[in-house]
């Protein structure tokens, strides 16, 4: 069974959780959701970096220790996970015991072997960054980051020999082409190792400093913080010499954003060298995200916190734009816009679409059983199953996550198209053609079921409902997502509102009501005597043994009416509910299937498809249509 641990970045206490943060831990959540379907050993850690500086002079700011500042903020993180039904093992704080042990156990092992010396430093430091920049760095005075005038600071401090380690680096960098992706910035550390690498200052006096590890050979000092927070990778496992330890590191992934990529990949590998560990096995960096074009900051107001989509919209819609839009690893633009034509077109149309559809036709035309039949040969969607698992295998050992999603769709896409030129609800109608009903009805069915497994890493919640209604039950399995597994008779649910659509004010589009046959022109005053007005549908039902109907309770502003409308396998019920409908408000009352029925929905249809008028802004229910 193979062995995958991958670590998202431990985030820093000095901010609340944001976009940015949010992708690299969904992102990261979805590998390992992915590489647990497929049946590996998985472990997921996350966590925060507590110590340093700017957490130490926040907290002062805001009249609180050190510790109980790194409490409050962290709980933020291990609460937006939670409630983002991140599914990490292990969640790590570097002001936990368990890590400052580790950190001093390293630091120990490397003084007592000679790898770390004291000696003095001078430069110029960047209180923002905790960093000392060096003079090619500086821009005009200024730390590249924040744009403040750096200080220049003198301190005996105790060093890595990091630079005995640079040839070593280089040859590992270049004797493993994957272990830092993109290329361009596994070019750029090659690039930047072409200068010689300076040792590595990693402790900090306590007398400008008190919040970190101290270290354990001199405890006039902390440790840097980037050499304390990168230990925490290690430490979540335990001991050393742990059964754990020595079950994932080995395997260890970590995925990261861009701008901490040379603590990553310069001073980790020589740390770890250093330390006898094994090198991480795979560095994977993404890329920043833009709001409407422009960057996230504080100051410009515009940063997205997740709970802005994910409470109106869920986590999983939330997960599938920032893992669709996204090429990993380059940067991408964040909008409103943008994320409301991705759920309406992929996630509404398409995917919710199937699944209503297909559903609703095994209830309706085949009891809410999987017909005893098999697969229909020459369909083509067990061979365009077949290509999306592989395409979607390959872009997942790439991080690609839009290029699994694109492949996904693809098949999405078949199976609508299969549901519009079957048409099983036409084939049900003709006694002598009901022998292709069956087939057609598990072909869907099986169609339905595998996108319950392909896609939990993705949209885990949506996932888990489809197999629900597909009558799965357990954990999922990659191994599952074979064509033709779905056995005869499993009960099926109708799976209506997984993603309702987001109406839009303006964009509805009308779709032209259908001619009657054989229309004569009517006079402006006989078509004036059809009182046509706007309706807000308040309720909706099936309407019993009716494959067709439904019944609708409309608001005409002043008065409630039932309405039965012929729309039940085009709608879900609970997709209508808050629609502003157009409707024939004075024809005369009609029977159907035992419901009155008052009035008419007005709906355009042109082939297989159907859609109800609506109007396209906002009118108050019973408002007049002439
Ligand atoms: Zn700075």
Redesign the pocket.
Known sequence: MPTFYLTTPIYYVNARPHLGHAYTTIAADTTVRYRRLAGDDTRFLTGTDEHGDNIARAAAAAGVSPQAYADEISATFREMWRSLGISNDDFIRTSEPRHKKIVQEILQKLWDAGEIYLGTYGGHY?F??ERFYTEKEIVDGK?P??L?PLEWIEEQNYFFKMSKYQDWLIGYIRDHPDLIKPERYRNEILGFLRDPLQDLSISRPRARLEWGIPLPFDDKYVTYVWFDALINYVSALGDLDSERTRRYWPHVRHMIGKDIVKPHAIYWPCMLKAAGLDVFRELRVTGYWTIEGQKMSKSLGNVVEPPTYTTKYGNDAFRYFLLREMVFGLDADFSDSAFRTRFNADLANDLGNLVSRATTLIVNLAGGKVPDAAAVGGSGLKEAFERAVAEMDRAMADYAFHRALAAIWEFVGAANRYVDTTQPWALAKQPERRAELEPVLYTLAESVRLLGVILSPFLPEAAARIREGMGQHGEPRLADATWGRLAAGTPVAKIGGLFPRIEEKKAAVTAPVTPAAGSAAVAIADFRKTELRVAEVVAAEAVAKSKKLLKLTVSLGDEQRTIVAGIAEHYAPADLVGKKVVVVANLEPAKLMGVESKGMLLAGSAGTSLAVLTVDRDLPAGAKVS
């Open positions: 960047c923002g960054c730390c980051d924040h403040r």
